[in-house]
């Protein structure tokens, strides 16, 4: 009894044979499960058993398998379930290739198919001069493909204009409408012409005429007297002289008191300082006599000129210019601010005066208010201490003529030479007489005109 109870003993110190292969075996239990990821290229992916433990196996391992998404290859490399996460773009379809796409047919892929293109925006995938960046031009089309439209083809009398980005049709001057269609403009009608009161406008398509009467001539806008010549008075006896400025053609014609002279196209009118008096005489050779006359309210009245219906009387050493009517009513008077005036001339509408105190200059008068409009210098060309005694503008010629001397010897002396200048260029001509004057009008034509001068023109 006491072996067998020794022999428990000992087996109860040491194991069976059976029970120590158990205690030290390292396998694992069952069929591999699967690994924890199963998506993209790690889809089927087994644990694998460590130390009798089943595991997530090395997804190095796993062929396609990465860390971080790399390969644009359709694929979900790092089995995120995401396919080429970053590494795509969208694509739209380019079916005119102007390298522009139609935002409504788009693929995702890793790089631009044959037909595709990564920029969308075409509004036209079928027209390849409608894209973004085109220039818009009027015809009823977007371009530009900015989502806005021209009206359309312009009227054959309007103008497309680029605005911005848009093109627009706008109807040329003279004419009114949308731009799709422009309609004349009656500016007669309307009363937005600008042509001058002695004018009449006379309406045109597109435009407007301003015509002059008869006896006129038209510089555009305004009428000027188209007087055929130049009237000039001798300083040393009174007499007044016909001048054909065209080639200086010279023949005396009246004979009447006139200091200054200027004519309406009917009469010629005078003003005569020693009866300080206005008079008109007839265009007839050799005339010595007024046929009517008024009084003006001044000492020594030195020039005259037509201007809108009034006679305009300037002063000597005053500056003072008196307005009349044609019947002799004093109608008011314009100040100058200057001592001496030269000088009236017209060049419709405007009134111009000659005036000095030192420094010659012109004075630009307005039609009806008398408002001064521009202080302008002496023309270019003259000399300094150079003064315009009395002046006058030939619309034909576009020039004025004036009498010219240098120093202060003034009106009484008279000059003999007279230049035809304009008032922002150089002197244009130039002549000098076989003797002194002291006062230039308009006059009509009484001689016919031979040709040739009557003196030999010396041009200083």
């Known amino acids: 009894m006491r072996r067998l109870s020794f022999f428990w003993i000992v087996l109860a110190f040491f194991p069976t044979a059976c029970d120590v292969t158990k205690e030290t075996d390292r396998t694992c239990e069952g069929s591999p499960p699967l690994a924890s990821v199963q998506q993209g290229v790690c889809a089927g992916a087994a644990q694998v058993c460590v130390d009798g433990v089943w595991m997530d196996p090395d997804f190095n391992q796993i062929p396609g398998w990465e860390m971080v998404e790399q390969t ?38 890793c790089t631009a198919p044959a037909g595709y293109v990564a920029q969308a925006g075409d509004c036209d995938d079928d027209d390849d001069q409608r894209h973004p960046g085109m220039v818009e031009v009027c015809d009823g089309r977007d371009n530009n493909c900015d989502g806005v439209a021209d009206a359309g083809p312009c009227d054959a009398n309007a103008t497309c204009t680029l605005l911005g980005t848009n093109a627009y049709c706008f109807c040329d001057y003279g004419y009114d409408g949308d731009g799709l269609t422009c309609a004349d403009i009656d500016e007669c009608a309307e009363g937005i012409d600008y042509c001058s009161e002695t004018a009449t406008c006379k309406n045109t398509i597109g435009g407007y005429l301003c015509a002059c009467p008869t006896g006129f001539y038209s510089s555009g806008l305004a009428c000027d007297l188209d007087f055929p010549t130049l009237l000039v008075r001798s300083a040393e006896d009174g007499t007044i002289y016909e001048l054909h400025p065209d080639n200086w053609f010279l023949k005396p014609a009246y004979r009447v008191p006139a200091a200054d002279m200027d004519w309406n196209g009917e009469n010629i009118w005078a003003v005569d300082p020693e009866s300080s008096a206005v008079g008109v005489f007839a265009a007839r050779e050799d005339e010595t006599t007024w046929k009517s006359s008024f009084a003006v309210d001044s000492a020594y009245p030195e020039h005259i000129v ?121 002197t244009e001509t130039a002549v000098t007489l076989p003797f002194r004057v002291n006062a230039i009008g308009r006059g009509p034509k009484m001689y016919e005109n031979p040709g040739e001068a009557f003196f030999t023109p010396v041009h200083p």
């Open 72 to 109: 644009c290859d359709q694929q979900d490399n790092d089995c995120d379930g995401e396919v080429d996460e970053g590494l795509t773009g969208l694509y739209y379809a380019d079916r005119d290739a102007d390298g522009w796409g139609d935002g409504g047919d788009v693929i995702v892929a």
């Open 306 to 426: 037509l201007f809108n219906g009034e006679v305009l009387v300037s002063e000597r050493d005053s500056g003072r210019i008196l307005r009349y009517s044609e019947g002799g009513e004093l109608l008011g008077s314009i100040n100058t601010h200057f001592k001496t005036v030269h000088g009236m001339a017209v060049k419709d509408p405007y009134l111009y005066v000659a005036v000095y105190d030192g420094t010659f200059r012109f004075l630009r008068y307005t039609p009806g208010t008398f408002e001064l409009a521009d202080t302008l210098p002496m023309p270019l060309g003259l000399p300094d201490g150079a003064q315009i005694l009395d002046f006058v503008y030939v619309p034909r010629l576009q020039l004025w003529f004036g009498l010219w001397m240098t120093g202060d010897a003034g009106a009484l002396t008279g000059t003999d030479v007279i230049i035809g200048f304009t008032l922002k260029r150089l």
